[in-house]
């Protein structure tokens, strides 16, 4: 059975740091691109970051660019994203979702609330 398992949302102060973890299980984790995506209310759902299978190569959302750091332990078949100087706006639902190489098969988590509030 395919899990993907989030956890480490919270409530933040803006300028404070998270750490999201996303636990994978069920399907072959290292040929798999790792992604987290975001969604606040009334806004369509936003690829934030992206870790290629090697776990060389990311890439990030403009918008959290040089704040956010994706990364993965293929041994341990986790992914996180460290989440830092956090915004307002970085408030929303955060998911961690899987790509199999081919493009052919797509997994999602449940999905962990991010707030960002004073």
């Known amino acids: 059975q395919v899990q993907l398992v989030e956890s480490g949302g919270g409530l933040v102060q803006p300028g404070g740091s998270l750490r999201l973890s996303c636990a994978a299980s069920?399907?072959?984790?290292?040929?798999?691109?790792m992604r987290w995506y975001r969604q606040a209310p009334g806004k369509e759902r936003e690829l934030v970051a992206t870790?290629?299978?090697?776990?060389?190569?990311?890439r990030y959302a403009d918008s959290v660019k040089g704040r956010f750091t994706i990364s993965r332990d293929n041994a341990k078949n986790t992914v996180h994203l460290q989440m830092n100087s956090l915004k307002p706006e970085d408030t929303a639902v955060y998911y961690c979702?899987?790509?199999?190489?081919?493009?052919?098969?797509?997994?999602w988590g449940q999905g962990t609330q991010v707030t960002v509030s004073s």
């Open positions: 979702n899987a790509v199999s190489l081919n493009r052919s098969l797509i997994y």
């Open positions: 069920g399907f072959g984790f290292r040929s798999y691109d």
């Open positions: 870790i290629f299978s090697a776990g060389v190569s990311r």
